[in-house]
Structure formats: C-alpha cells, structure tokens
C-alpha cells in the first residue's frame, strides 16, 4: 500500500467526494489512475482506497490523504501527469497492507482565512478558547451522532485577515464552517459570548435560531497525523504544485486589486 499527499484548489470541484454529473477531487485522481492504468476499465477504485476526508465543495487541501494498492513506479510526479493542474501530488510514504486513510488518522487540522479587518481580535479569541476542549457540538452540525469532539483551536492575526486553526480525530459535517460562523459574529459584535453557551448546551439551535456555514472557500484541510507514518515529499512534484498554486496565487491577487479600483473609484 502507499499513501499520498494532496493538494488542491478547491474551486474548481464541488467536494472530494465522487458526486454524479458533477466534478470532484476523487473523479479527477480516479480518472488519473485510469489513464495510467492502475486502474482497469471493469475496477471502480483500486484496491484499499481510502481517503483522509471529504471536503466540502469549494474547500482546499495541502494535505489531503489517498491511500490505495499501487505499483512501484507510481510517484507523485507520475501521478502529476495525468492530474489536472489543479490537484497536486508532492509526497508520499509507503504503509502496511492494512492501513486505511480515513480510520487510521489520529487528527485532522484545517485552517480558515477569515477576512475580518474590522473584528475586534480580544473578541474572537475569547470566542476560540470557549470552543475548545471536549464538548458536544450537535448545534452546529447536521449530523445527529458523533458531534462530540475533543477541539483544539488557536487564532492569529495576520493583516486584514483572523487566521483560525481548528484540529480534531475528526469533524462532523460542516462543524469547522459553523465554528467559524459563531466566532465571526462574536468579533464583530453580532452576537454575545453567552450564545456559545448556549450553542454548547443541550438545547436545540436549529430552526430559525440555528448557526449556518461560512463560506467553503477560504477553508483549508491543512494537516492529517497518521501515528509511525512520515511522508517523503518528491522534488519534481512539489516544485511543480508550488509553481501551479503560485500561478493562482497571482491571477487571484490581480482580481483582489481590480475589485479595490473599482470599490475606491465607485461613488
């Protein structure tokens, strides 16, 4: 068996998980290992495969996670080839027959850039800390079993932007989107920091009273911690994912610029 690291843009799919009549992450690293023929016509996916997570449509990786059978000369570079310029292969470590992507990760960590030049950072953090540590998060999550979750969370300013690190064994549905939600509104005074009690109480917020999710794209799956695995990053193929996501990083900050110009000279 071997693992691979990810990483994407998720703009581009609507989630990692194979959808019909839609684009996804899965799609496009299944089609890959068609088109090298690891993967025959008659298999639907290869033997063992398995991933870290399922990201939500418009959410990113670095470090997603695939594991599956593979021949010895699949690198991440060979699997770059026939990957769109939007998935990325640049590491990889070789695991036993019996390793499983997604039971077998320990944490998963997943950054999220909230653009908040006007929030008031004490605020926020307080927000972070009341979050943290083991509770029931059944309010901010469609899922009716397994909410609750021992959360680590620590928050950053850098420039116009709270940087909020969130890691878990793992996350319910739409649980990192909505955590972000409620510390979004408590830095900008929207809400009070006795609503995280209440979130966090046995009562039902659902309804009109419920929390929804931030939006998907600002969102990155960051980190996956697989205990006695280390993965070897390839040259070649992280070198040709930074100069990709470089390329996206300059078309995106040249939009960013157009759209200042057109909100300072409006009006």
């Known amino acids: 068996m071997r693992a691979f690291r990810i990483a994407y843009d998720g703009r581009d799919y609507h989630g990692f998980q194979r959808q019909p009549d839609v684009a996804t992450v899965s799609d496009a690293i299944l089609g890959a290992l068609r088109d090298l023929g690891v993967l025959d016509a008659a298999e639907d996916v ?10 939500d449509a418009g959410v990113s990786a670095s470090a997603q996670t695939v ?15 026939e990957l769109p310029a939007a998935v990325r292969a640049w590491a990889r470590a ?21 653009h908040a030049a006007e929030a008031a950072d004490g605020r926020a953090l307080a927000a972070v800390d009341r979050l943290s540590g083991r509770h029931d998060f059944h309010n901010l999550s469609p899922d009716e079993t397994g909410t609750v979750r021992a959360l680590s969370a620590d928050l950053d300013r850098d420039g116009d932007f709270l940087v909020l690190r969130l890691s878990a064994g793992g996350f319910p ?30 009562d039902d917020l659902s309804g009109p009273d419920g929390i929804g999710p931030a ?8 980190g996956v911690t697989y205990p006695g695995v280390t993965f070897r990053a390839d040259p070649d193929a992280a070198t040709s994912a930074r100069a ?7 078309s995106l900050a040249a939009q960013a610029r157009v759209a200042a110009h057109l909100r300072d000279d409006v009006g």
């Open 215 to 222: 939006p998907p794209e600002p969102l990155v799956l960051s």
């Open 173 to 202: 549905r739409q649980l990192v989107r909505r955590l972000v939600t409620v510390v979004d509104e408590v830095a900008h005074d929207v809400a009070d920091l006795a609503l995280l009690d209440r979130i966090l109480a046995d």
């Open 67 to 81: 594991a599956f059978e593979a021949p010895d000369w699949l690198t991440p570079a060979a699997l770059n080839a």
């Open 244 to 250: 990709v996501f470089a390329e996206r990083h300059a």
């Open 94 to 114: 070789d695991v036993s027959d019996d390793f499983h992507a997604t039971h077998d990760a320990t944490a998963r960590d997943y950054t999220y850039y909230l």
């Open 46 to 55: 290869p033997p063992g495969y398995a991933a870290a997570g399922r990201t």
